[in-house]
């Protein structure tokens, strides 16, 4: 267990986010309801002229289909250029280490990667990339995938709202998502991170002389701006391979807590929003219960054991404690920033890094994150909400079978991109060939792997290692279909709402803005979800804990 | 794609390639350049990686990167290759305090003066966060503008 | 003529008597198991026919490849060892029990729906009906139940008899009420070529009638087979059931297929029929068995109480209703009002009163008249004019006039009444059959036969006297207003133009009304009362009975303006019917219930019929309704939560050989080689332990819905977590102490 001290660290920074993203939840409400504020002076004119440019019809609302395949279609345009950008940078701009183009197969998975807010990476950027591929690429990839995140759970939200006519307009929505919501954030959060010393320079690499005379090279960059949208857009991708490991990106304990209230004051904000927006507020309190109930399981398991004070793959200015907080906090939102390498986290706190993948909500991804809570919603309503003796109902709209189905097919997708890859990993021997062994240590990495690839989450263990054409290719695959899948089903369900008939709640119906409910909510979640992994998670990390691991730098056995 | 589709077709991809391309040039141009400005114009010595000099105004690395010392007259960090960054300039006051007797031996410094050395360069805490740590680069620096003559070697290397 | 008056009640009375007795629980599961039930069960194990049901298919996949591993283990290499054998044909035999107990179940639900369907079609064709049958050129009356009747039969219909089928008229004209049927209250006449429809009565006369449709063509029969049927088309929260439960196999599939993979990829050497124990233990076994019965079952429960339903959605739908509307007549109150008090005005006696409203109430055959004598002949206010009543002038109620009476001719001779069975006493006994009298002496015995005047009494709405009589006192309005407010109903009462008094008829409550008003209150539904009362007297009712919300002053037509309004604000609602008016209504309504008793045209609008006519008896279909979806919901739940307690038992046996440490994960320290038999027998006696509940339903008091929600979640939902845990130890240590496994 933890100290007291750091009990206290937790809840006052868990509670600071929470007040903030609350008192930020109704900004984002009328961002998308545009309503009128005063930004719109400055705004209106540019987002215009941006409209008119492309041929946008403001007012237009889309269905379902025309909502999820505007944003996909965006999204693989936007993989386009910056794979070309990718494998191309040689002959662009802003490469002062003359870094050649990136293989194919490495490019792919980036771009994939990257426009699904995944980011998982297989390069270290410090290595690969020059400035103007960090800058077009990657930071440009981070900004959008967040915003068509935010897009997407804002338009779910909308299909529950009385007498909505649709889910809204993709390219508004996105629009508005990037020019109100994430570039004044991330210009806040990108001058305080460099005021705490995170870098921002376009002249090269410093080559310097250490105080001994040995040669060195200070890797220096268009950090900050990039690290502001990975963690406000719980995009994860590090402007270095180490991630926030690496000192220049996140130079001290306050930059460290910075970047952990970044990572979660959207996904927070956002189990906020869903009461504003359809004009229930207490319907937020399952959605804001089931995140942080979740989050604080996943926390407690992750400090069962007492953190390290320093140890190896740690860093010193953060040691066992930070690192495992960020761990599980970059889970549960699905960021997959690190400032640790998972090596040297201890197994259940990479359990409890597991349990935020596989749940995705706790409070998830923005957008995603929301959505995945209100799937979750609806199954626990309709498979316990039985039990008080009506049809299963939410916000008066009756759940039908189409919309179980459709409920059905993306919890589906989970278990199926995550064990099946799994399992070929190991039976081709694609596994076995970088390093891991048919063990608890080896087994953890690969399904953590692909875990981190369905979930859209990007944090890995195998970093460069994982620079193969097979994980390369598979990820993308896995990344691809954990993310576009899920989201396609759940607009589908939605969109189905729009115009259904719906009862006002009455005295009969089921309460889902209640205590019990928000608590079952969390129990049927951890059934539904947690247990469905349980032998796979028995064969990981739980194995590797009864087998005594303090970290998975040891070389792990079976027997 | 048959014939009838075409203008269907052309009528989405206008915004559909004109929302990638101005997302380009918002998110991964105009965004990053001006934070640089801002960056560099406001807060040069963060902006630009945090460099540390020696007394005579030598730059020989970053304040938040390993130096890589290794000889016994300085504070050494942790074996690189055990951290997560492989650069990790920081040590812990245990860690530091152990290279006492050695920095002591090799240099002549008491040891008291070293552990105040120590005990007044601490890092990372505030209010009830953080646990505190050195960084190394901190303290030869300044054990070098302190003991120029131990120190001179170094110094002189220029 | 007023012998012709004491025929006997009504078919619907009978039957709510009958019926009563035989209601409560379902009679003992185990007298339905019969070997036709078990073989029948066994049937049913066939493939094919177990397809409708994917998760007890899949088990029995499974029953054959551990069967196939015992019979050759060598062809299994990486994934079975000889030594297991006797190990798989125990497993191969749990896992066939289990399917068989889910057939079982099936068996069970629909040997229970056809029991209460065949007795519910008994009551239906009791009616015994005159058929005319001709031999050797002589008609010759055969009495013949109203089943037995084919198209083409000719029947003799009397005065008095109910039409028993829809028949065409071939000889005879008579005077027929289809007020029931149509809702015209004008007798109609019927002649040759004419068509007569089932539940019709004839008033008058007597006619000869050819059948024209057989009786299992009826409207009732062709329900009770719909609903029979094992091709019975599932609800649609049983499809959206499905539909998760295939879901989860699938998952639960994919999980099995990553775990055998990876053991055989990785060396774990996990044995396949582990696996599958852990796949069947963790597949929604309980549910998957119990879902058709259950939802067979409420349909059963509703024939259990004479109530047949067109779909099993229906009573789902009733489930939901949000607002119920009630008809004061027949679901608050006994369906008529009951003299209490006569009230007389100055310079009258109650004995007056009595005497001329015993008078005037003779020919009038409505609960309320009879209701008048009775209270008369309990004071002893026995008219001595009786005799002469056999010859009155009888003034019919009428709507027009909203009064009726009777005039004493002059000059008829009175006669004393005499006592004993052949006078006042037998005539008393036979026209109240069905009521206990008071053994009172009429003391009208010897009274004189002085006043052989020509009289004439009226009694009626008390606006409708005012007008007929010299004066009213002025108390008058005042005295009305005062029975109005009490909830009664005031009855003017004159004799020769003067106004004797009142009447004060009081509504009378069923019995239970009133709890069952304060259930369906708890459930968060609305009851709204409707009434022809006037505003003062329907309060005052709806006030007795615990109700807020009713609409006075309603016809049968303002229902469906009534259901509209509440679907408007997005209601689901309920109401009875049974005339022809209501038809539009019950159709509009989302759960309808018409009386057997009713019209056609109202039965065929309604979702459910009440064979009983007994209209509080939507209340019971509403609580039916919440039972089916709660009893499925309990079951689900308590399936899935069985799960968390089976992952513990087999993971940590899974890889026993290979992976010792997870050994640390069995928390409930179970034997190694009992581990998973002990889950797989848990997995499969849960089903013949949850078939009463699934067939009986969820026992529940009323309550609001998150009480309900919580309740139920503590049950079946925690309850589904602990109940494994415990059983499995249990039957772990049976398996090892007395077993010596």
Wanted: overall charge neutral; glycine content about 8%.
């Amino acid at each position: 267990m933890i100290s007291p001290l750091e009990i206290a660290e937790l809840v006052l920074l868990l509670a600071v986010v929470l007040l903030t993203a609350w008192l930020y939840a109704p900004f984002i409400v009328k961002v998308f309801k545009r309503t009128p504020s005063r930004v719109d002076k400055l705004l209106n004119p540019i987002e215009n002229s941006i409209y008119k440019l492309l041929g946008i019809q403001v007012d237009r609302s889309m269905g379902w289909k025309e909502y999820f395949f505007s944003a996909l279609l965006v999204n693989i345009a936007q993989m386009a250029i910056a794979f070309v950008i990718l494998t191309e940078q040689g002959l662009l701009p802003l490469n002062p280490m003359h870094f050649h183009g990136m293989s194919w197969d490495l490019a792919l998975n980036t771009v994939v990667s990257f426009a699904t807010n995944t980011n998982l990476q297989h390069y270290a950027g410090e290595m690969t990339l020059s400035y103007f591929s960090q800058m077009t690429a990657i930071q440009f990839l981070q900004f959008t995938s967040a915003a068509t995140g935010l897009c997407c759970g804002v338009a779910m939200v909308r299909g529950f709202i009385l007498q909505s006519k649709g889910l809204g307009n993709f390219y508004v929505d996105f629009v508005r998502a990037i020019t109100r919501i994430f570039i004044p954030i991330c210009f806040v959060a990108a001058i305080i991170l460099v005021a705490l010393g995170v870098p921002q320079t376009l002249s090269g690499y410093i080559t310097v002389q250490t105080v001994e005379g040995a040669t060195q090279q200070v890797l220096v960059g268009p950090v900050a701006s990039l690290v502001s949208i990975m963690q406000v857009g719980t995009n994860g991708g590090g402007y270095y391979g180490a991630n926030s490991a690496y000192p220049l990106q996140n130079p001290s304990p306050i930059t460290d807590l910075v970047q952990i209230f970044l990572m979660l004051l959207i996904p927070t904000a956002l189990c906020f929003i869903f009461g504003d927006y359809i004009g229930k507020k207490k319907e937020s309190l399952p959605i804001i219960v089931g995140a942080y109930a979740l989050f604080a399981i996943d926390l407690g398991i992750a400090f069962i054991p007492n953190p390290v004070t320093v140890g190896p793959g740690l860093e010193t200015r953060f040691g066992g404690f930070m690192s495992t907080f960020w761990t599980v906090v970059t889970t549960a939102v699905t960021t997959g920033s690190v400032n640790a390498s998972l090596s040297g986290i201890h197994p259940l706190a990479i359990l409890a890094a597991f349990m935020g993948m596989l749940i995705q909500s706790t409070p998830g991804g923005k957008g995603v994150g929301l959505m995945y809570l209100l799937m979750y919603i609806i199954i626990t309503i309709f498979i316990v909400g039985l039990m008080s003796g009506r049809t299963p109902e939410y916000l008066g709209i009756k759940i039908v079978a189409r919309d179980v189905k459709l409920v059905m097919v993306a919890f589906l997708i989970h278990p199926l991109i995550i064990i099946i890859p799994t399992v070929i990993a190991y039976a081709s021997g694609a596994a076995a060939a970088i390093g891991m062994g048919p063990n608890s240590l080896g087994f953890t990495q690969i399904l953590y792997e692909y875990t981190s690839s369905a979930a859209n989450n990007g944090s890995d263990f195998l970093g460069t290692l994982g620079n193969t054409p097979f994980f390369n290719v598979s990820t993308a695959i896995v990344i691809f279909l954990g993310r576009y899948g899920p989201i396609m089903c759940l607009l589908a369900l939605s969109g189905s709402m729009l115009g259904r008939k719906r009862a006002t709640a009455t005295e009969s119906s089921l309460k889902t803005s209640s205590w019990t409910f928000s608590l079952v909510l969390v129990a049927s979640i951890l059934v539904l979800v947690v247990l469905t992994f349980f032998p796979f998670l028995a064969l990981g990390p739980i194995l590797a804990y009864f087998q005594g691991h303090l970290n998975f730098f040891s070389l792990g056995l079976w027997v | 794609m048959p014939e009838e589709n075409k203008p269907k077709w052309r009528k989405h991809a206008r915004p559909i390639i004109g929302m990638a391309v101005i997302s380009l040039l918002i998110c991964g141009l105009f965004f990053p350049l001006l934070i640089t400005g801002i960056a560099q114009a406001t807060m040069p010595y963060q902006a630009n990686g945090s460099r540390a000099y020696l007394p005579n105004g030598r730059l020989v690395g970053s304040y938040l990167i390993d130096n890589n010392f290794t000889e016994p007259v300085f504070f050494q960090a942790r074996n690189q290759s055990l951290t997560a960054s492989g650069v990790d300039p920081d040590i812990t006051v245990p860690e530091a305090q152990a290279q006492v007797p050695r920095i002591s031996n090799w240099t002549g410094i008491s040891q008291t003066t070293l552990l105040n050395l120590i005990n007044s360069n601490k890092e990372g805490t505030f209010w009830i966060f953080g646990s505190p740590y050195l960084d190394v680069l901190n303290l030869n620096l300044i054990l070098i503008q302190q003991y120029p003559q131990i120190y001179q070697k170094y110094v002189a290397n220029t | 003529m007023s012998e012709t008056i004491a025929v006997s009640t009504s078919n619907t009375e009978q039957r709510t008597t009958k019926t009563s007795e035989e209601r409560g629980k379902t009679p003992g599961l185990f007298r339905l198991i019969s070997g036709k039930v078990l073989v029948d069960s066994v049937v049913r194990l066939n493939p094919v026919s177990l397809l409708s049901n994917p998760v007890m298919f899949i088990v029995e996949v499974t029953f054959f490849i551990v069967l196939a591993m015992a019979v050759d283990p060598v062809a299994f290499a990486h994934v079975a060892s000889l030594s297991l054998r006797a190990f798989y044909i125990e497993v191969a035999a749990i896992l066939l029990i289990t399917v068989w107990f889910a057939t079982l179940s099936d068996s069970l639900a629909e040997k229970q729906a056809r029991t209460t369907a065949n007795s519910l079609r008994k009551i239906e064709t009791e009616v015994m009906t005159k058929k005319l049958v001709i031999e050797g050129g002589e008609t010759k009356v055969v009495p013949t139940p109203s089943e037995k009747l084919r198209k083409g039969d000719v029947i003799s219909l009397e005065k008095n008899d109910v039409v028993p089928i829809d028949c065409d008229v071939t000889a005879g004209i008579a005077m027929v009420d289809e007020s029931l049927l149509t809702g015209e209250s004008t007798p109609v006449r019927k002649a040759p070529g004419d068509q007569l429809i089932g539940g019709s009565k004839i008033i008058s006369d007597s006619l000869t009638a050819r059948v024209n449709v057989n009786p299992e063509e009826t409207y009732i029969n062709q329900m009770i087979r719909l609903v029979e049927s094992s091709k019975r088309p599932k609800t649609p929260n049983e499809q959206a059931v499905t539909i998760v439960l295939i879901g989860l196999t699938a998952i639960f599939t994919i999980i099995i297929i990553g775990m055998l993979g990876l053991s055989i990829t990785l060396g774990l050497a996990a044995d396949l029929s582990v696996l599958i124990a852990l796949y069947v233990c963790l597949l929604p076994t309980t549910i998957g068995a119990l879902l058709p019965a259950i939802g067979l079952s409420g349909i059963s429960r509703l024939y259990e109480r004479r109530i047949v339903a067109k779909s099993g959605k229906s009573i789902e739908t009733a489930g939901d209703t949000d607002t119920i509307l009630l008809d004061k007549t027949g679901t608050i109150t006994v369906g008529n009002r009951q003299a209490i008090e006569f009230l007389p005005f100055d310079g009258h006696t109650e004995r007056e009163i009595g005497e001329a409203a015993f008078l005037s109430s003779w020919h009038d055959d409505t609960p309320e008249g009879r209701s008048i004598i009775r209270l008369a002949y309990e004071r002893g206010y026995i008219p001595k004019e009786l005799n002469a009543l056999a010859l009155s002038e009888v003034y019919e109620f009428s709507a027009s006039t909203r009064t009726s009476g009777v005039k004493l001719q002059k000059g008829q001779g009175f006669m004393l009444p005499k006592t004993g069975e052949k006078g006042t006493k037998g005539r008393f006994r036979r026209k109240f059959a069905d009521v206990s009298l008071p053994d009172i002496e009429p003391e009208t015995e010897g009274a004189g036969t002085e006043d052989e005047q020509e009289s004439e009494i009226i009694k009626g709405a008390p606006d409708s006297i005012r007008a007929l009589v010299k004066s009213v006192p002025a108390k008058y309005d005042s005295v009305l207003q005062g029975i109005s407010q009490a909830g009664d109903t005031p009855i003017g009462i004159e004799r020769n133009g003067e106004l004797l008094g009142l009447i004060r008829l009081k509504d009378v409550l069923k019995p239970e009304i009133k709890d069952k008003v304060q259930d369906v209150k708890a459930m968060g539904i609305r009851p709204v009362m409707i009434t022809g009362d006037q505003p003062l007297t329907a309060r005052n009712i709806a006030k007795e009975v615990g109700i807020e919300e009713f609409v006075p002053q309603a016809k049968p037509e303002d229902k469906y303006g009534i259901v509209r309004k509440e679907q408007a604000q997005t209601r689901v609602v309920a109401m009875i019917g049974d005339g022809t008016n209501d038809a539009p209504a019950l159709a509009l309504a989302d759960v309808g219930l018409a009386m057997d008793s009713g019209t056609q045209a109202a039965k065929e609008a309604a979702n459910m019929v009440d064979m009983e006519s007994n209209p509080a008896k939507i209340i019971d279909v509403v609580m039916l309704g919440k039972q089916l979806l709660m009893t499925r919901g309990a079951v689900t739940a308590f399936s899935i939560a069985n799960d968390v307690a089976k992952y513990f038992a087999i993971v940590p046996v899974l890889f026993a050989t290979t992976l010792p440490q997870l050994e640390s994960l069995n928390i409930l320290h179970l034997g190694l080689h009992t581990a998973v038999l002990s889950a797989l027998i848990f997995n499969a006696i849960i089903i013949p332990l949850l078939i009463p509940l699934a067939m009986r339903g969820v026992a529940f008091k009323p309550a609001n819905t998150m009480t309900l929600f919580l309740r139920n979640t503590l049950i079946y939902g925690v309850g589904g977590i602990v109940a494994p845990f415990v059983g499995i130890k249990l039957i772990d240590l049976l398996l090892t102490l007395v077993f010596h496994l």
